[in-house]
């Protein structure tokens, strides 16, 4: 029987802990964690004591790790985004395989350099699309690749964020302020442009991008709406986003958005940390730049017209899927794992229900770990490797390019002008990357 892959954890928060570090749990014959960077103590020490770790390899940032001789095989780069580029430049020359969280950077030259980094060390560099390996979408992609709707005419795409998840990540949390992590469109929806791009299989010819920050602002309440949702605010009764009663009573324990809140899960412990942390603050009152509505339009090779809606005031959480081809229309809905396909020759209806796979993402972070841990171990082919994933990337960057330039973004031209500028990029560097 194959020992375990011996992996990295940098950065134990959320996703650190309850995706990788819940995988390694529940599949100790796949995975075992040997060392854990991160910054914060409490986090640090719950990985840790999850996965025996001892002292000795628990560090307290990446730099600190990337001193140190190769620990493992592979290593699980889930830091904060603008940390993915440096750390990842880093632990490739050290040696390491390595399984970045999304996005990969906060710039597209560095997103091609980091490509161009893990062919030149012979390094495996996994980018966390996890959706390509979510089975809902994955046979969406298996239905159109089958020719069964025949060619496609249109493609709409609408990702729908819960009133909830849009306040707690995008409004007070770690991904509210585009100059501390990247814009919404790159955060987000690298997710959906990956799956356009694998699910068309063709290139994006050009794009044009509308969107904006319209309601969570100052101007939006009166002067006796407090900074914080615990300083006694007066319409905590109608407000949807009242913090208190959408950390207590709406989520569950168990659920990702209290686990952010704070490692104390009582009610105390949460009260506290909602009166003194971010995710206590009124959603008018943030420092949050992050749009909450965007449209990216675009045109694929053969004149195919797609279109790409971000929107952060849904009642339910879930991607909404048309396809319309020549012979067919999918209709898809990710919240009722609903697949419907309308056939135009015999005007019959056929209904798909799936099934709801364990882990996160509708199982698609169970997938993403068994293709790292059969990648380092067997040397099998992934399917999203920072060459594949840089295209997403590019058209993300574009579209924020679009979206504020007001202009239509030829991609050919864009995708030429980011790599001419990538190849003066390893001198500015240094020696992250001849080390």
Known sequence: MAKPVELVMVGAGNRGYLAYGGYAERHPEDVRFVAVAEPDEGRRARFAQAHHIPPERQFRSWEELAERPQLAEGLVNATMDRQHFPSTVQFLALGYHVLLEKPMTTTPEHAVLLAQLAERHGRILQIAHVLRYAPFFRTIYEIVTSGRLGEIVSLDWRENLSFLHFAHSFIRGNWSNTERASPMILTKCCHD????????????????????????????????????????????????????????????????????????????????ALRTGPYGRCVYHCDNTAVDHQVVLMEFDGQLAVSLTMQGCSHVEGRTVRIDGTRATLLANESRREIQLFDHLTGTAETLRLATPPGGHGGGDEGLMRAFVAAVREGRPILTSAQQSVESHLLAFAAESARLGGAVVNMEEFRQKVTEAAAHLPEAVGGAVTR
């Open 193 to 272: 442009l990956d799956l356009l791009v694998w699910i068309i299989g063709r290139h994006c010819v050009r794009l044009s991008s509308f969107g904006s920050l319209t309601h969570f602002t100052p101007q939006r309440v009166g002067p006796e709406i407090p900074e914080r949702c615990t300083d006694g605010c007066p319409i905590a009764d109608n407000c949807p986003y009242y913090a208190p009663r959408i950390y207590l009573d709406l989520v569950p324990p168990t659920s990702p958005f209290r686990q952010a809140v704070s490692l104390d899960q009582s009610r105390e412990g949460m009260l506290a």
